[in-house]
């Protein structure tokens, strides 16, 4: 979950840039892509624990082309060092795409003709700059076939 300022703007990009039929939650850093249902509980602990400290820094470092959409890629050490940390709680449950090298990032367009994502991301690029990026809390999201259930939500501390 993105600080209030990064938010709001992260969502309108959203909103503004992906087919609104198939965008089904809000913008967001995805962690994990599927967690099983039976670690729910092992996961909202460790999510607990994950937050009990203060935020994590991040930037956004640069736009990404997706070949039918757009990202902002995102770095964050400390964010790296959480995600690696479930990765390891979770070894041996996670799916072949959640072993795969993390490649963090905040899609703002998916789903489109690769030619209007490449004109997206010209017109992005020429005014890019680096920033920081507020990271507020962590939340966990069921998967219902289509749309997505929010199942808790865990705010960081300071």
């Given at each position: 979950?993105?600080?209030?300022?990064?938010?709001?703007?992260?969502?309108?990009?959203?909103?503004?840039?992906?087919?609104?039929?198939?965008?089904?939650?809000?913008?967001?850093?995805?962690?994990?892509?599927?967690?099983?249902?039976?670690?729910?509980?092992?996961?909202?602990?460790?999510?607990?624990?994950?937050?009990?400290?203060?935020?994590?820094?991040?930037?956004?470092?640069?736009?990404?082309?997706?070949?039918?959409?757009?990202?902002?890629?995102?770095?964050?050490?400390?964010?790296?060092?959480?995600?690696?940390?479930?990765?390891?709680?979770?070894?041996?449950?996670?799916?072949?795409?959640?072993?795969?090298?993390?490649?963090?990032?905040?899609?703002?367009?998916?789903?489109?003709?690769?030619?209007?994502?490449?004109?997206?991301?010209?017109?992005?690029?020429?005014?890019?700059?680096?920033?920081?990026?507020?990271?507020?809390?962590?939340?966990?999201?069921?998967?219902?076939g289509g749309p997505w259930q929010p199942i808790r939500s865990?705010?960081?501390?300071?």
């Amino acid at each position: 979950m993105f600080g209030d300022g990064d938010n709001g703007w992260l969502q309108e990009l959203r909103r503004t840039h992906y087919p609104a039929e198939r965008n089904q939650v809000p913008a967001h850093l995805t962690l994990f892509h599927h967690l099983a249902p039976s670690l729910e509980a092992e996961l909202g602990r460790r999510l607990a624990t994950s937050t009990a400290v203060p935020p994590p820094r991040a930037r956004i470092t640069g736009v990404i082309d997706l070949g039918a959409g757009t990202a902002f890629r995102i770095e964050s050490d400390e964010l790296e060092d959480i995600r690696a940390d479930l990765a390891d709680a979770f070894r041996g449950m996670l799916t072949p795409q959640d072993m795969a090298p993390w490649r963090p990032h905040v899609t703002i367009q998916n789903k489109v003709e690769p030619r209007e994502a490449r004109r997206f991301q010209e017109r992005l690029r020429a005014t890019f700059e680096p920033r920081p990026l507020a990271v507020r809390g962590l939340a966990s999201w069921r998967y219902l076939g289509g749309p997505w259930q929010p199942i808790r939500s865990h705010i960081f501390r300071g």
